[in-house]
């Protein structure tokens, strides 16, 4: 069975800060056993660009193959 972990990454108001920190958060996921699963746009700010993402992580739970 599979289990699921949300972190949310802020962007500060422009979605080019959340793009560079979801690269080190992604990485130190792996580094503990989580597989990037996808991402969900959270918050929205005007003309569009995404301020807030969740990134979503599974991993097996413990016992299971």
């Not at 959270?42 to 660009?49: A, D, F, N, R």
């Not at 807030?52 to 193959?65: K, V």
Request: charged share 30%; no cysteine; proline share 2%.
């Amino acid at each position: 069975m599979l289990e699921y972990e949300f972190e949310t990454v802020f962007g500060g108001g422009v979605f080019a800060t959340v793009v560079e920190r979801h690269r080190d958060v992604i990485r130190e996921r792996g580094k503990r056993g989580w597989r990037f699963a996808g991402w969900i746009p959270v918050k929205q700010k005007g003309y569009g660009y995404i301020a807030e993402i969740d990134l979503i992580f599974e991993r097996e739970t413990e016992g299971q193959a």
